[in-house]
């Protein structure tokens, strides 16, 4: 998926970040980045994403992502290329690894960036023959890096916006800030989700609130499904909201229970949407809660009111980016745990979160929220 830019001129950076640029010996025109592997992580990127545009203002900007996440980039007009792929299990990951090299070679880069800390992630580049390769030097990978640093303490220890932006300061002197986190949603997308809802609605005026129930992390990032029935009726009630359901096909049935558990009912569309339409749907939004997961994230770069619901992970790590994102968190003696299940089988991280503090975060339409 392209879209058109012009890349004939070498463009040169500005003093603050040529004086980082050391590595690099003329400004690229067509740069590559891998991206990483996770819708949450990619929300997280993408502030590092925008520091390598400001950078190279002119250059041909490409992404190469897992073709179940390119709908991620499909509002971005600012990335000139996405580039999906696929690698299957056993014999056919070899062939389709070698399309992944083949279409690198092809595309004649001169400056590849890697995201992933992964060694995959750097021998792709490298067997392509890019000329320059940035990334940390982590994971038995230096050897395939021309442009290499250590993972500095700010990135291990801060929020995990902060790696990815750490990385390209250090590497190729790309500079960005956290706020840069905006998302856009594909219009055409929307256009479909309005028709969508417009479909399901049963009181198509309220506010829409979005509430994603599931985490594929596992049942220590799932608030229980009766306490999201219970903020479907309490939004309801109290402020004339409707909810919808949102998530991956693996959650629908989990989301009908909990729209079929509440008094006034919720739109289910676990599994009704790909990636651009999820990001549509949310941006049609006027609210969101939900557990720590992508769709948390997109509807905190989306700039709606985000409240993260928080159990065995570290909101101070992954918690939702964005100018009107926060998060509830029962801090016990054990949290953060990070396993994906309790190993004392109370989730007492998440049972302590009560229903009532969830709605008083997201607030009434209009209203500030707590």
């Not at 500079?175 to 479909?199: I, N, Y």
Request: aromatic fraction near 6%; hydrophobic fraction near 45%.
């Amino acid at each position: 998926m392209m879209n058109s830019r012009d890349s004939s001129q070498i463009q040169t950076p500005n003093s603050d970040i040529a004086r980082r640029r050391n590595d690099i010996a003329i400004a690229p025109r067509r740069i590559i980045v891998k991206e990483v592997n996770w819708l949450g992580d990619l929300v997280m990127s993408l502030p590092a994403l925008r520091a390598v545009r400001t950078a190279w203002p002119k250059a041909h900007l490409a992404v190469l992502v897992k073709r179940e996440l390119a709908g991620f980039f499909s509002g971005a007009n600012w990335v000139d290329e996405t580039i999906p792929y696929v690698v299957r299990r056993g014999a056919a990951g070899i062939g389709d690894r070698l399309k992944i090299t083949r279409t690198i070679r092809e595309h004649r880069f001169d400056l590849a960036i890697a995201f992933p800390n992964s060694f995959e992630s750097a021998l792709w580049p490298a067997l392509a023959g890019v000329p320059h390769r940035a990334g940390f030097a982590t994971n038995a990978r230096s050897a395939m890096l021309t442009i290499k640093r250590p993972i500095p303490r700010d990135a291990r220890d801060g929020h995990q916006v902060d790696h990815w932006l750490a990385m390209v300061r250090d590497t190729v002197g790309a500079v960005g800030s956290r706020a840069d986190c905006a998302l856009a949603p594909e219009l055409g997308a929307v256009e479909r989700m309005k028709s969508w809802l417009a479909a399901r609605r049963k009181r198509p005026d309220a506010r829409l609130v979005a509430i994603a129930s599931g985490a594929a992390f596992g049942p220590a990032k799932e608030w229980p499904g009766e306490k999201y029935s219970a903020l479907i009726d309490i939004l309801a009630e109290r402020w004339g909201d409707e909810c919808v359901l949102v998530g991956a096909s693996a959650e629908k049935e989990r989301c009908e229970r909990i729209a079929a558990a509440s008094r006034t009912g919720a739109v289910v569309a676990a599994g009704a949407t790909d990636i651009a339409e999820l990001i549509a749907m949310l941006s049609i939004c006027g609210a969101f809660a939900g557990n720590d997961s992508g769709a948390m994230h997109l509807a905190g770069a989306l700039g709606i009111p985000t409240v993260g619901i928080f159990g065995s992970t570290n909101p101070y790590r992954t918690g939702p980016l964005g100018p009107r994102a926060q998060f509830i968190w029962n801090k016990i003696d054990c949290a953060p745990c990070l396993a994906r299940t309790c190993r004392f089988g109370h989730y007492n991280c998440l049972t302590g979160i009560a229903v009532d503090d969830v709605a008083a975060r997201i607030g009434p339409p209009g209203g500030s929220p707590t």
